[in-house]
């Protein structure tokens, strides 16, 4: 098992699904939601290499992605401590975007 750190970015990113599904749904929604990731988040730091993360060299090296509902983990490992740098809306299920929208996204983060 590994430690994790979440950047200020990934901060922001569950507040804003928190504040989001609420206005949306509703606080139970919101709250249940939460868990969800927060059960991801314990899956990914217990195994980042868990079935059904993937490499995304594509985005920055080293960087991994983990998706659990709307949304995708980009995290990496470093020296045996996930580092979370956004959480994300899975941009193919919002809008169908073009195959690496966020990649703009990330790079900084791992600085």
Partial sequence: MSNFRASSHAEEDLKSIFRYTIRKWDFDQADTYLKLLSFARERIVA?????????REDLVAVCRSFRCGKHIFFYRLRNKTVEIARILTNPWISNGTSPNPISHKIPSLFL
Avoid at 47 to 55: A, C, E, I, M
């Fill in 47 to 55: 195994n980042p290499f868990l079935r059904g993360s993937k490499p």
